[in-house]
Structures are given as structure tokens and as C-alpha cells.
């Protein structure tokens, strides 16, 4: 069952908006963009702009409680569009990672919880696009790597820093000195997929763990989402610090409220949160 047949349960509407993506929210506030530019959904100035706005207007809308991204068959993503690196310089190369870099930034920043469902390929910029999630998901069949070294070039939207941490500093270098693509099994061993699907079944496998995770305390989920990425760049003492605060804080929402009175009342784990 594809994409489609699943948003056919609960679909509201197809936001027909933009050229190089499809945005479509679902009725279990789970909000899908979809990359739309064939073949292999290069990231051309559209595509990356398109994903901008759509990212935007996620942060501030609070209907979305998950969020899935995900491209075709062929391949979630193949990258920065490579015929955009002409004149091949400094110049255009600062164009280039300044251009992408506030859109990976915003989708990192989301407050929802995010979701790459990956089939196909996923090269240089699409492997960076799914590494600005917070969890992957591949088809079997699907091939990732950062490629750029073939070109001569590293990584410019995240791969050095975003990789690493995921994943430890050497395998990191292994795919980024080689360049190599290595399969969703092995990808899943190392933690750069955090679940495998079978062929056909990645979109929907996504949809359904965003669906779970948006009927979670949003706020909550916002707050630990935070504490760990914030906390993951500086040092444990200042993360603690951080989490502190934000744990306090979920205690002023609703949510808390409901799930407290819920566990007492009720047991653990029968709490159906507001999302507020
Ligand atoms: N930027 C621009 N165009 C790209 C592209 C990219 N990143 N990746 C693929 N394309 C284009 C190809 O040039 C080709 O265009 P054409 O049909 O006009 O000739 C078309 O997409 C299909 O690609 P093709 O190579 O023919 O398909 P394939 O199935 O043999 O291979 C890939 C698909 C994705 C494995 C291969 O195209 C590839 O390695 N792409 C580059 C990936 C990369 O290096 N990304 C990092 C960029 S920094």
C-alpha cells in the first residue's frame, strides 16, 4: 500500500501550492512533503526554496504534530543539482552551501518530530536532507552515501558535522573519503537508518510511526527534541542545565496535566494527549 492508498483513509486535502513538492496533511495531524522533481529530485534554487516555505509554515503551524518526508521510487533524493556548480569556484560554492544550509537548519529545527522515509537513492545533498531528520527509514533497496568526493568536492549542507555525530567520526569518513554507497541493511547497522522497510512499504511504515508519534505529548516531544539536539553540541553540564528548564517547563503544559491525573487514576500508558 503506497502513500496514496493510506492518505486515502485519512487524507483532509492536497495542497496543490508548489511546482517541486507536494504538501498534504493527513487527519492524524501527520503532514507529508513530498519531492516532486524527476528524475532523481536534484536539489535545484526551486526545490530548495519550496522546501524553505514548507518548513516554515510547519514550524508555526500547530495542527502538525509529525512530519514525513519522503521522494519516489527512484530516489528520495540525489542531491545538490549538480549543474549548479558552474563556474566551478569559491564563489559559486558559498552560493551553493548558503543556499542550502537555512533550509536543513529549519527542518532540523522543527519542533515536530520528523521522519525520512527513504527509497531509492539518497547521494550527497539527499543523504544531508535525510541526516536534518530525526529518524530514517529505507526500503531495503534503497543506496545512501555522500558522494562528493567523486567530484572532487566534500560535503557542503551538513554531511561533516550531521554524519559523525550520528554515527561515529570513522565510519563518517569512510563514506566521505570513498564516497561510496552503502545499502539500507548497512546503513541500519551502523544507526544511520534507525528501521528497514520492505520494497514498497517505506512510505507507509514512516506515515504510521509518525502517526504514533503525533498522537504523543507534541510539546513534551518538542521540549526532549531540543534538549538533546542543543545538548549533543556543548558541554554535558550546560545540557543538564538545559533539560532541567525544559523539563519544567512540559510540567506547565496540558499534556502533563492529563498525563499525570491519567497515570493515577488509570495506570500507565492510557493518556490521550491534546498535543498542547
Ligand atoms: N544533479 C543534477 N542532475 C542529476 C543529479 C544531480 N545530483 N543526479 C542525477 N542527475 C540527472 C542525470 O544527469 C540524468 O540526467 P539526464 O537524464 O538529463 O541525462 C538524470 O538525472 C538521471 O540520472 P542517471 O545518472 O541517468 O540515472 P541512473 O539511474 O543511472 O543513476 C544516480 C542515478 C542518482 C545514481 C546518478 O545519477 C548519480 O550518481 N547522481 C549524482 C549523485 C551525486 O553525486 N550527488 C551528490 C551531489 S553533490
Redesign the pocket.
Known amino acids: 500500500m503506497g502513500p496514496q492508498s493510506r492518505a486515502g483513509k485519512g487524507t483532509m486535502e492536497r495542497e496543490v501550492v508548489y511546482k517541486s513538492i507536494e504538501t498534504e496533511i493527513l487527519a492524524d495531524a501527520v503532514k507529508i512533503i513530498r519531492l516532486a522533481h524527476p ?2 529530485n ?3 534554487l526551486e526545490l530548495l526554496e519550496e522546501l524553505h516555505a514548507a518548513t516554515q509554515d510547519i514550524a508555526k503551524d500547530q495542527s502538525v504534530r509529525a512530519v514525513v518526508l519522503m521522494g519516489t521510487e ?2 528520495f533524493c ?8 558552474k563556474p566551478v569556484n569559491s564563489t559559486t560554492g558559498k552560493e551553493v552551501a548558503n543556499r542550502i544550509r537555512p533550509v536543513f537548519d529549519a527542518l532540523a529545527a522543527l519542533p515536530q518530530p520528523t521522519i525520512a522515509a527513504i527509497t ?2 539518497a ?4 543523504l544531508e536532507l535525510a541526516l536534518a531528520c530525526d529518524f530514517r527509514v529505507a526500503e531495503a533497496s534503497a ?1 545512501l ?4 568526493i ?2 572532487g ?1 566534500i ?3 551538513g554531511g561533516t558535522q550531521r554524519l559523525p555525530r550520528l554515527i561515529g567520526s570513522s565510519r563518517a569518513k569512510d563514506l566521505i573519503f570513498s ?1 561510496r ?1 552503502i545499502k539500507a541493511e548497512e546503513a541500519l547497522a551502523w544507526g544511520l537508518v534507525d528501521r528497514l522497510s520492505e520494497r514498497g512499504s517505506a512510505h507507509d511504515d514512516a506515515l504510521e510511526w509518525a502517526a504514533q508519534l503525533a498522537t504523543g505529548p507534541t510539546l513534551a516531544i518538542t521540549a526532549a527534541k531540543r534538549a538533546i539536539d542543543t545538548g549533543l553540541d556543548g558541554r554535558l553540564e550546560d545540557g543538564l542545565s538545559l533539560e532541567g528548564e525544559a523539563f519544567a517547563g512540559t510540567l506547565d503544559t496540558q499534556d502533563a496535566a492529563l498525563g499525570v491525573d491519567s497515570f493515577l487514576n488509570q495506570g500507565p500508558g492510557k493518556a490521550q494527549f491534546l498535543g498542547r
Not at 78 to 85: E, K, R
Not at 145 to 148: F, I, K, P, Q, S
Open positions: 528524475p532523481v536534484a536539489l535545484n527512484k530516489a540525489a542531491g545538490a543539482d549538480i549543474s549548479q556548480f531509492g537513492y547521494l550527497g545533498g539527499g543506496m552515501g555522500l558522494a562528493e567523486q567530484l568536492i560535503p557542503g549542507g564516497g554507497r
